[in-house]
């Protein structure tokens, strides 16, 4: 026999019978992660200015490049042009790059180098235009005076703060009313316009750059710092540049070509690669076809959290918010984001003018990248 009595289903589509069961949690789906700002960790030290400088230096080089495109008797000449005489000096030792011959410089005319070929018993080769020159190193004379002094200048580098900020407006009503899932209206609404200027902070630290014109900012251009990826310079590749591998599908052979371009000119220990969802799984896909699995296990892992080569021992790092055709390959130790004193992430009250209650977040910072030649990234690849 069916059941007549009195059900909740009975009370009306609105059920105004029954006391509310809402959950007391309240869930967010947008993603708001920092990866690359919680490895990086704080600054050892605030900014005390809007432009934040620092100071850079390198050795003197010793390498250059034959610049000289008359050059007759190329397996027999004894003198040729390179781009930076002063670079060299008499007694020098030098070797084209991939030549077995050794010569040695004994006269050098602003950027005519006059050579002794063949020294050291190898035997001569064609020399180039636009082949590189090691210098590997000077030979002096025994009571011989000082050589001329030669030294670099250290160059200043810096970088311009940028002002994050977000309001917070509450009424009173809403700050007296019992919420759903939360204890304080004004509490929350801090909390989630905090995240969103932490998910700004990464993303600008990322891809952010500055103005042409004014980048100090004035009453009409607003002051911006400059990214990671603007600041790469030096070590950009991208398929189709000579000697990169051929295709626009990331390899370990592109991410190893462009580690040891890096290592070979620069000191820098490139430790963390930072790649969007799409590049990972290409990483991911490096040892995919060598993995072994046995009849009982059941778990399959298909994850590349460390990558190790000849040129060091990298962390991947999955960001959402580095471009999906670029790699990019940091020395963390040279990679800074700094607040400017006093102004890191805070809550400032604003006096209301009516029944609510009002602030603002507010923080600035900036990003100190260190010797941009330590650094690189691969743009240009494939996101299909």
């Not at 090691?134 to 000082?146: Q, T």
């Not at 600041?231 to 070509?257: C, Q, R, W």
């Not at 020395?331 to 209301?352: E, I, M, N, Q, Y």
């Amino acid at each position: 026999m069916s059941f007549t009595g009195k059900a909740t289903y009975t009370a009306g589509a609105s059920f105004p019978e029954l006391a509310e069961d809402v959950s007391d949690l309240v869930g967010i789906v947008s993603p708001y992660e920092t990866p690359l700002l919680d490895l990086l960790g704080d600054a050892a030290n605030p900014a005390v200015s809007t432009y934040h400088e620092w100071l850079e230096d390198s050795l003197l080089p010793n390498k250059d490049v034959i610049s000289d495109s008359d050059l007759s008797n190329p397996s027999t000449t004894t003198e040729f042009d390179v781009a930076n005489g002063s670079r060299f000096q008499i007694g020098d030792q030098i070797q084209v790059e991939g030549s077995k011959e050794l010569m040695l410089v004994n006269l050098i005319n602003f950027n005519t180098l006059t050579v002794l070929r063949g020294y050291g018993g190898t035997i001569a080769e064609d020399l180039e235009n636009n082949t590189v020159v090691n210098i590997l190193g000077n030979a002096a004379l025994e009571g011989g005076d000082r050589p001329q002094s030669r030294f670099t200048n250290r160059i200043r580098q810096g970088n311009f703060t940028q002002i994050f900020t977000a309001s917070v407006e509450v009424s009173g009503s809403d700050l007296a009313a019992r919420q759903l899932g939360i204890a304080n209206e004004m509490d929350y609404q801090k909390q989630e316009r905090l995240r969103e200027l932490l998910r700004d902070l990464e993303n600008t630290v990322i891809n952010g750059g500055q103005p042409i014109a004014n980048p100090q900012g004035s009453g009409t251009v607003r002051r911006t710092l400059n990214g990671i990826i603007p600041h790469i310079n030096s070590n950009v590749f991208k398929p189709g540049d000579e000697g990169f591998p051929v295709g626009t599908a990331l390899d370990e052979e592109m991410l190893n070509y462009a580690l040891r371009q890096i290592w070979q000119s620069s000191s820098g220990n490139v430790d963390l690669i930072v790649v969007n969802g799409f590049q990972k799984r290409r990483i991911n896909s490096f040892i995919s076809p060598s993995r072994a699995f046995g009849p009982a296990d059941q778990k399959y892992t298909d994850l590349v959290s460390l990558y190790e080569s000849d040129f060091g021992l990298c962390r991947v790092v999955l960001s959402r918010w580095a471009p999906q055709n670029t790699v990019l390959l940091l020395d963390s130790s040279r990679v800074t984001v700094v607040p400017l004193a006093g102004r890191s992430f805070h809550f400032k009250p604003l006096s209301s003018g009516g029944d609510y209650e009002c602030g603002q977040l507010i923080g600035e910072y900036t990003l100190e990248m260190r010797n941009e030649e330590a650094h690189g990234c691969i743009r240009g690849l494939d996101t299909e």
